[in-house]
């Protein structure tokens, strides 16, 4: 029996001029649909805007808007500097953490075990369910945990050693849904207001690559790790 495998969609850029321009009209045709959720420039598949949510947890945000000409899609991933700065934070200390541990101690701390949580009538397996195992303590980290490390290094280096951020617009053509969008701005909140300005200056600098030559302030970065902050949110 021969097995089937999905085939990897092209990317968007790759496809013939017709059919962009048709994947652009239906974009267009759902903003309209859903201008009354998200104002008319652009459209996405999450909420907005949801009463009552904490600023800190709208710190990022996707969504799809058209570009200039007839042919582009933009799918774009919005975080503010805030969250790219604590993204950059959790990544630098987890590598610094695994850097620590032996090939063997990474391969335990990586594997996971499962067994069978559900059965049929028939005895056959529905589910499976992670099987809990206790946290490897390391003398080398003083009798912490690989996480409770790398939570101890992530605060310190947002506290000692800060990463630098840039503003910024990155793109991705490998998408084969539209062309890829990263953006970093230092706003508060990722909302309406927000996205249209950030679209506003996107198009403004030629629907292209930027970065800004100066980092965000450092004043404008926190001073305590994600985690941290949310805690503080949740003990209020």
């Known amino acids: 029996m021969t097995r089937r ?3 990897k969609r092209p990317p968007f850029i790759t496809l013939p001029r ?3 321009s048709d994947e652009v009209i239906r974009l267009k045709g759902r903003m309209k649909r859903d201008s009354d959720e ?3 420039m652009f459209t996405s598949h999450l909420v907005l805007d949801e009463p009552g949510r904490p600023d800190l947890y709208s710190q990022w945000f996707d969504f799809y808007f058209p570009g200039l000409d007839r042919f582009t899609i933009w799918n774009a991933a919005f975080v503010t500097a805030r969250k790219a700065f604590w993204d950059a934070a959790h990544e630098l200390a987890y590598q610094r953490t695994a850097a620590m541990l032996t090939p063997e101690e990474h391969s335990a701390e990586s594997n996971m075990e499962f067994e069978p949580a559900e059965f049929s009538n028939t005895g056959k397996v529905l589910s499976y369910r992670l099987i809990e195992r206790k946290k490897m303590q390391y003398e080398k ?3 912490l945990t690989f996480f409770e490390q790398w939570e101890k290094l992530e605060s310190e280096i947002v506290r000692e050693a800060p990463p630098t951020i840039h503003e910024f617009f990155r793109l991705d053509r490998s998408y084969a849904y ?4 990263y953006i970093v701005l230092d706003v508060n909140v990722i909302d309406r207001t927000a996205i249209e300005q950030a679209i ?6 030629g629907e292209t690559d930027w970065q800004a030559v100066n980092p965000v302030p450092s004043e404008r970065l926190p001073v305590v790790s994600e985690k941290e902050a949310l805690a503080a949110i949740n003990c209020k």
């Not at 539209?178 to 969008?181: D, I, Q």
């Open 200 to 205: 506003t200056k996107f198009r403004a600098i």
């Open 141 to 143: 980290f003083g009798g």
């Open 38 to 40: 998200y104002g008319g």
């Open 18 to 20: 017709h059919k962009r």
């Open 5 to 7: 495998f999905e085939k």
């Open 178 to 181: 539209g062309v890829g969008l």
